[in-house]
């Protein structure tokens, strides 16, 4: 909405500076576009323009004279958008909308409802956004699960715009890690049947799952795979453990709110002779060449410092070629645009994958990838938790969740997990501070949130407990608008179908979960200012009753976009 407002004020400026050039009260110039910038309280306007100071160096006038000179060409007379316009300072424009702007940005929110802040900007075009993908060599940790909470917001927010995105997860079922994860297996197998001298080999897993895992196939079997080839055991391990801690991480990630729309396997993927026919490709098309029994991939004709290896010396593909190939799987399933969300131990793959990507003749702005920065956990004490899935030490999403649900309770446990990861930017590191997702007050920021939509919901019950009714809003109802509590928040209010719109086109949802903080906050100042409910001046009751409806709507649409609980009570 705000953003509508802009442009339509860009082109009455724009009117107003030709007017002031035609009249000869500016010289002639070439107008950049205009910009804006937020005023800091209602009472200095609603939106400025500095566009004066812009012009000034090529009109050589003073900004304050040419401020003057745009605003006084301004016709008001045939805007219905702006009241009044000012020049303050050394010549920025303040420009106060009118009183039936108020009154839209209202009406619309009520009508819209739960479609508030959508759209058709991305007219249906597919788009894939692959996220998570955790090798199935134990459960998911909390790094993986701030990729879980960003990836599902985002998709959450593509679809609101008008994509048509979908969640997919990759798991890594073949290759070296899974081999090394049958092999960890076997030795806590036979070490639990009272076999010595056993050490976890290099590359291993060394978490207590594993031992967990191997108990409960001797509770079902018993010794009996003693008696098979050592090779063939490790076989059988490698794909029990894969089915096992596979179901685990699908039952975390539903217990967290992620639900994936399609499950790939690498698995099938090779089976199904994809990445054959991606060396095929590439060999038709020069970019292979055999040195020291290995073939290599000419990265070097991507800018690139050095080429690869993609198949070794034993036959056996590097991991770049199933990951080309599956890339290459997405693009012939329709997808118009692949976003992948990944670890930071993937930050070396990014350019190879890029380049693999233009290799097959994908697109330049076909693929895009993130990488989800790390997450540390930090104790009640300020200390760092250090963690490892090779060596066993690290923090699981279950974990957190179970921590989080005896601190604050079951039902807000995933909503404080989700909002803390998505509080900062993909790109940053976050400190996981427990002490504070814990503190059940409004210092915890995701409490603070939802206490105010809860306050919403029980203005709204109150109301039906004195038996005042809600009147249809009209234009004159506005005009009892004039408090900068208000105004602020109706400004607020405004501004939320920009932030979805640049949250999902940005791939930040941190811009949504920052937007709903400072709603709430401009809420409770206002609540802690004015009367809701007032039986003397019931005009004014009906106006402050749609404006709660508003906040409680907007908060209500952009938590659930975040994947967060909007609760009624507190």
């Known amino acids: 909405m705000i953003s509508e407002v802009r442009n339509q004020i860009k082109g009455i400026l ?29 009472e200095h306007g609603d939106i400025a323009s500095p566009i004066a100071l812009s012009l ?54 009520k009508e819209a409802g739960a479609n508030f802040g959508h759209s058709n900007h991305g007219e249906g075009i597919r788009v894939q956004v692959e996220f998570v993908s955790a090798n199935p060599t134990g459960p998911i940790n909390i790094v993986s699960g701030r990729a879980a ?42 070490e639990l049947l009272g076999q010595g001298g056993l050490e976890i080999p290099d590359g291993g897993y060394h978490g207590t799952y594993l031992v967990n895992l191997a108990q409960s196939i001797i509770d079902e079997s018993g010794a ?50 994809k990445p054959g026919e991606i060396i095929k490709v590439f060999r038709e098309r020069g970019y292979l060449y055999e040195a020291d029994g290995a073939t290599w991939f000419r990265m070097t004709d991507f800018g690139d410092s050095k080429d690869c290896v993609v198949i070794k010396s034993d036959g056996e593909y590097t991991y770049f070629v199933p990951d080309a190939a599956y890339h290459r799987d997405k693009f012939e399933r329709g997808f118009v645009k692949a976003i992948d969300l990944l670890g930071p131990d993937h930050q070396g793959h990014v350019e190879h994958l890029k380049h ?57 446990a995933v909503d404080v997990a989700r909002y803390f990861f998505l509080m900062r930017s993909n790109t940053s590191h976050l400190d996981f501070d427990l002490h504070l997702a814990v503190t059940q007050a409004n210092e915890n920021p995701v409490f603070y949130v939802q206490y105010a939509h809860a306050r919403c919901c029980s ?74 409910l007032d039986p003397s001046n019931s005009h004014l009751t009906q106006v402050r009753l749609m404006l709660v409806g508003a906040v409680q709507t907007v908060l209500r649409n952009g938590l659930t976009l975040l994947g967060i609980s909007a609760p009624k009570s507190m």
Not at 481 to 510: F, G, Q, T, W
């Open 149 to 190: 909470a960003v990836g599902d917001a985002l998709v959450n927010l593509l679809n609101a715009v008008g994509y048509e995105a979908i969640r997919e997860y990759y798991v890594n079922d073949a290759g070296g890690q899974v081999e090394n994860l049958g092999a960890s297996i076997d030795v806590r197998y036979r």
């Open 356 to 412: 693999f990507v233009e290799a097959l003749g994908l697109g330049d702005d076909w693929l895009e990838v993130w990488i989800i920065q790390q997450v540390n956990l930090i104790d009640a004490e300020g200390n760092r938790i250090e963690m490892s899935k090779r060596s066993g030490q690290f923090y699981t999403l279950d974990s957190l969740i179970d921590e989080l649900a005896e601190a604050v309770d079951d039902r807000f």
């Open 224 to 273: 009996e795979y003693l008696q098979i080839d050592d090779t063939e055991r490790i076989a059988v391990f490698r794909d029990l453990g894969i089915e096992r801690l596979l179901a685990v991480q699908k039952a975390t990630l539903e217990r967290f709110g992620v639900h994936f729309d399609i499950w790939s396997s690498e698995k099938a993927l090779r089976e199904n002779g």
């Open 459 to 532: 203005i709204f019950r109150e109301m039906e407990n004195q038996g005042i009714a809600q009147t249809e809003m009209d234009e004159g109802i506005a005009e009892h608008i004039d408090d900068p509590e208000s105004l602020r928040l109706i400004r607020h209010l405004a501004e939320y179908p920009e932030v979805v719109l640049n949250s999902a086109e940005k791939r930040e949802p941190h811009r949504l979960t920052h937007y709903v903080f400072e709603l709430a906050g401009l809420f409770h100042g206002f609540y802690n200012e004015h009367r809701v």
């Open 14 to 42: 724009q009117d107003a500076i030709n007017a002031a050039i035609q009249s000869g009260d500016l010289p002639h110039v070439n107008t950049p576009d205009i910009p804006f910038s937020p005023t800091k309280a209602p």
């Open 56 to 109: 000034a160096k090529t009109a050589k006038t003073s900004p304050r004279k040419i401020a003057d000179a745009i605003a006084s060409h301004v016709q008001l007379e045939e805007s219905f958008l702006i009241r009044k316009v000012e020049v303050a300072g050394p010549g920025f424009i303040n420009i106060y909308l009118s009183k039936l702007w108020v009154y839209n940005v209202l009406k619309t929110i």
